[in-house]
């Protein structure tokens, strides 16, 4: 009967302690309030354009997924490229263009949705002021490249554009 007794009792332990990481795990999930972006801090984020600005909204660029929130002035081309990645665009404020290698430019407005799957060669371009989510689902990077599809420097790529840095927007 002890012997009963004490596995009836430990299994109420066992039950109460998972009730109770059960209960600080819901609580600290729920005390993770959104960032909004009057006060994210943004900076200029290699390898994106300067006329570009950037603040890492969710998780770590460099070693996963991720979420960076760019602002780009009017005029600022991000020129034909490729990432990694999946890249998942959402336009939260401003105009663009986007244009898919061999395909017609589609221009995006305040919610509009893009997705750029892996590899595909595509170009950006902001025609009033920008501010877009981009997700990726793998650790971000940016792979420019000329008119035949080879890969180069975003130095070289920038060359035919006279960029301006970013300066502040609100």
Same mark, same amino acid.
């Given at each position: 009967?002890? /012997?009963? *007794?004490?596995?009836?009792?430990?299994?109420l332990?066992?039950?109460g302690?998972?009730?109770?990481? *059960?209960?600080?795990?819901?609580?600290?999930?729920?005390?993770?309030?959104?960032? *909004?972006? %009057?006060?994210?801090?943004?900076? +200029?984020i290699?390898?994106?354009? +300067?006329?570009?600005?950037? $603040? &890492?909204?969710s998780?770590?660029?460099?070693?996963? $997924?991720? /979420?960076?929130?760019?602002?780009?002035? #009017?005029?600022?081309?991000?020129?034909?490229?490729?990432? #990694?990645?999946?890249?998942?665009? /959402? /336009? &939260?404020?401003?105009?663009? $263009?986007?244009?898919m290698?061999?395909?017609?430019?589609?221009?995006?407005?305040?919610?509009?949705? %893009?997705?750029?799957?892996?590899?595909?060669?595509?170009?950006?371009?902001?025609l009033?002021?920008?501010?877009?989510?981009?997700?990726?689902?793998?650790?971000?990077?940016?792979?420019?490249?000329?008119?035949?599809? *080879?890969?180069?420097?975003?130095?070289?790529?920038?060359?035919?554009?006279?960029?301006k840095?970013? +300066?502040?927007?609100?």
């Amino acid at each position: 009967m002890r /012997i009963r *007794s004490r596995s009836i009792w430990m299994l109420l332990c066992l039950a109460g302690l998972l009730l109770m990481v *059960s209960a600080a795990q819901a609580q600290e999930m729920a005390a993770q309030p959104g960032t *909004s972006l %009057a006060a994210m801090k943004f900076t +200029t984020i290699p390898p994106l354009p +300067t006329c570009a600005k950037g $603040s &890492v909204a969710s998780g770590d660029p460099t070693k996963g $997924s991720s /979420i960076i929130v760019a602002k780009a002035m #009017t005029g600022c081309v991000f020129p034909w490229h490729w990432h #990694t990645p999946n890249e998942h665009v /959402i /336009i &939260v404020s401003g105009t663009a $263009s986007l244009q898919m290698k061999d395909a017609k430019a589609v221009t995006l407005t305040g919610g509009a949705f %893009a997705l750029m799957p892996s590899q595909h060669v595509h170009q950006f371009k902001c025609l009033r002021t920008c501010v877009l989510y981009v997700y990726s689902d793998a650790a971000f990077d940016m792979h420019y490249v000329n008119k035949q599809g *080879s890969e180069i420097t975003p130095a070289d790529a920038m060359k035919a554009f006279r960029e301006k840095p970013a +300066t502040e927007m609100k």
